[in-house]
């Protein structure tokens, strides 16, 4: 049995959001509003933000610096979401550096492995 992650998911849809409550059990998802721009405020037993693409990559990009830029979340985990048509968003994960891309729909198979990666990478 994995250890179970407790994850931010930001930029969801209500779809999105519903689909990951379903499918990442035993982790927990948060959804954590993308307007918040107090990432302070950021429940503390969160270990990993799973982060579902903008339209643009440009759009990814600026959720990825904001993220990036702040103390809370600079080193934390990030799982980005794309939708399976859509490969340009590889660029951005490269740039943030701690992350993963999955591509929609995820299972909790491919999930665990992104994040088994994080904790190799960390231990």
Not at 22 to 28: K, L, R, S
Not at 95 to 116: I, K, M, S, V, W
């Amino acid at each position: 049995m994995p250890t179970p992650f407790t994850l931010a998911v930001m930029e969801a849809t209500d779809p999105q959001f519903s689909h990951c409550q379903v499918t990442i059990t035993p982790h927990q998802a948060v959804a954590w509003a993308s307007d918040r721009n107090d990432l302070d405020q950021l429940p503390d037993d969160i270990e990993a933000l799973l982060v579902y693409t903008g339209k643009t990559q440009q759009d990814t990009l600026v959720v990825c610096e904001r993220l990036r830029s702040h103390t809370r979340t600079a080193s934390m985990p990030i799982i980005f979401v794309a939708p399976s048509y859509d490969i340009t968003h590889t660029f951005v994960v490269q740039r943030a550096g701690n992350a993963e891309l999955l591509t929609e729909p995820f299972t909790l198979d491919e999930l665990q492995d992104c994040l088994e990666e994080f904790t190799t990478e960390t231990s």
